[in-house]
């Protein structure tokens, strides 16, 4: 019966003989409206952060705009290049406070170059100065001939993931500040 098209007036009447499916709606409806106005908030917040000319927040936003996921709700830096990625983390502890609890250090790793899983986190934790408790599970590129005639990144690519909606928004609003633009599909 999926294929048959209701009009409109069909669609309302069925809609009054349910409530429940209506109060539904009206929640549904008002906790987007509530969650928008979260993001436009931590937008804005970014925004002031970025006015106030903090050399390192520039440079931790227009990172994480480059290199950065583009997820609305999850902050998400993915790279191989320790310096990049120790900036990025003192972006996250000196401008926006965030505990090491709160972050996580995921890897894409080849084997096949003399160290063990173990050894290229020991070396990602160290150069991050992170906690064991960050880690979450690698994904493991199994060792090819091919693969290790050219491999160059021996301790792989690693992700550091914040999940903060307020996190992610608040740099996406510094970006736009930054960048003098507005990019309303952010917020969506």
Request: proline share 6%.
């Amino acid at each position: 019966m999926r294929d048959i098209a209701l009009t409109a007036d069909q669609e309302a009447h069925l809609r009054s003989l349910n409530p429940r499916y209506n109060n539904q709606l009206r929640g549904g409806t008002g906790r987007r409206e509530s969650a928008r106005r979260v993001r436009e908030a931590a937008q804005q917040h970014g925004r002031e952060m970025a006015r106030a000319g903090d050399p390192l927040h520039h440079a931790g936003c227009l990172l994480h705009w480059a290199e950065g996921s583009k997820s609305r709700s999850t902050t998400r830096l993915t790279n191989s290049d320790p310096d990049l990625l120790r900036l990025y983390r003192r972006f996250l502890r000196e401008c926006y406070d965030i505990p090491d609890e709160r972050i996580t250090l995921t890897g894409n790793f080849h084997l096949g170059n003399g160290l063990t899983v173990g050894e290229i986190y020991g070396y990602w934790l160290s150069t991050l100065d992170l906690p064991p408790s960050a880690l979450r599970k690698p994904s493991i590129v199994p060792p090819s001939s091919d693969l290790l005639k050219r491999r160059r990144l021996p301790y792989g690519t690693v992700s550091l993931t914040v999940c903060s909606v307020a996190l992610t928004q608040s740099i996406y609003g510094a970006i736009q500040e930054y960048g003098g633009f507005d990019r309303p599909d952010w917020l969506d």
